[in-house]
C-alpha cells in the first residue's frame, strides 16, 4: 500500500556529456562532470527500484547517453525487469555497432533529434560540424532494424521557417512520430531567449503547417507539437504535475521532480546514493513541497483549472518572478505576467548571438 | 485531405507493432499498453481481446475465443473486437499481418 501513486516513467540522465552544444539544451547550466557520474552498479540498483515501485517506462536520456559505454548493460537490465526502454539520442555516436548492442539489449524505441532540416544551420545550431550526416545515417540504420523511431525537432526563431521541410524529413526517413516542440524558456533557453523566441506570427504558422500535414499524414505519421507557452494565456501542466508522474535522476545521481528543479534555492536535493527511490518519492521535501495544490498561492488556489496544469512550471516560476512558489507567470491571471509580455516587447529584431551550451559557459551571469 | 483507414473484418490478422506491447502492472494491478513515450490504461475487455492477438489468430477466432469467456451476442463482440482493433491499429499499436 502506497500513500502516493508511484511514477510512471523514469528520466535516467546518464551524462551531461555531449558532443553538440544545442542553446536551447534541458540540461541545468551547471553541467555535471564525468567523474561524479553514478557507476554502472548504481544505476541497475537504481533501475531495480524503479521497477518495483511501479515505473513503467525508463527513458535513458542527458546528455548523449550513448557516451556512457555501459548503456547496453543499462538497457539490457530495464528490459530484463519488464520496463519499456527509449532511446533519446542526438545520433551523433551511433552506428551500426553501437545500435545492435543496443537492440540486442532489447531496446523498445528511439527519439532521435535534429536541429534543423537544413544541414549548415543544424550545425550551426547544433555547434557541432558533421553532425548532419551522422544522424542521417543514424535514422536510415534504426530504421532498416525496424525499431520504432520517434524525429524530435526543438523549434525558435531561428528554425522556424523550416518546419515544413522537417516534417517531409521525418516522413522520408520514415518516423513514426515527429516532436515539433517550441522552445521551452529555462536553463538554456532562457539564457538563450532573445535569440530563440519566435514572434506570434512565427509561432502561428509553425501551427498551420502542423494542423495541414497532420491532414495529410493522418494516421501514417503522428505528430506531438509542443507550444511555447509564452504566447498561451495558461501554462502547460509541467512534468503531469511535481512530483505526481515522472522521477528525473541527474548523473550525479539526484533525483528531481523535473530536470530544471535543480535550480530552485535552499533546497536539498536527495540522491540515491543515500536514500532509496521509494522513500525519495514519498517523503523527501522536494517532492512534497509542490505536490498536489496545498501549496499554491492566489489566483491558483481559487482557480477552476488548478488540477489541469498544477498551477504550471516551478522553475519558470523561480526564474521568472525569483519566487519558486508564484503562480508560473506564463498564465495571463498570475501577478507576475508582466514580465513575459515584457520579453516578448523587448524581443530583439535581431537575433543576438547564442551562448552555447558547454562547461563553463552557463556560469558567465547574463549582462543584458 | 484526411486519410480513412479501412474497416478490419473477420479475417483480419494482427500483430503488436514493433516497441509496443500489452504488459501487467502488478503495482497497479491493471494492465498497461506499452508504447513509444508513453504507457497507457488498457480496460479490462481491451486487455481480453489483446491477449488474444498473437499475429495468427483471425480476429473472427478471436471473437469466438472471447465467446467462451463472455455472454454477449456474437454480433455485439464482433463489433466490439472490429471497432477496438482498428482503433488501436490508428494509434499504431497494432497492424496487420
Ligand atoms: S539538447 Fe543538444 S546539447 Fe543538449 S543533450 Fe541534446 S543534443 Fe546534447
Ligand atoms: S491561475 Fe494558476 S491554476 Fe489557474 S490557470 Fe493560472 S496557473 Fe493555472
Redesign the interface.
Known sequence: MTAIPPPMSLLAEVTHRCPLQCPYCSNPLRLDPRTDELSTADWLRVLDEAAAMGVLQVHFSGGEPMARPDLPDLVRHAVSLGLYTNLITSGVLLNAKSLKALTDAGLDHVQLSFQDADTAEAERIGGMAGAQAKKLEAARLIKEDGLPLTLNFVIHRQNAARVPAMLNMAERLGARRVEIAHTQYYGWGLLNRDALLPSRAQLEETEHTVAAARARFGTRLAIDFVTPDYYADQPKPCMGGWGQRFLNIAPTGKVLPCHAAESIPGLTFPTVRESSLQDIWQNAPLFTLYRGTDWMPDPCRSCAFKEQDWGGCRCQALALTGDASATDPVCNQAPGHGVIKQAIANRPAVPPAFRYRRYGNGEITNGT | ?????EPFSEETVLRF????RL?Y?R??EQW?I?A????FIADPSAAEILQLIDGKRTLGTVTDKLLQKFSATRDVLVHDVLHMTREL????VLQVV
Not at chain 2, 1 to 5: D, I
Not at chain 2, 17 to 20: D, E, M, V
Not at chain 2, 36 to 39: F, K, M, V
Not at chain 2, 89 to 92: E, R, V
Request: aromatic share 4%; net charge neutral.
Open positions: 485531405m484526411t486519410e480513412t483507414s507493432a514493433r516497441g509496443t504488459q502492472d503495482v497497479r498497461f506499452q513509444p513515450e508513453r504507457a491499429a490508428d494509434k499504431q
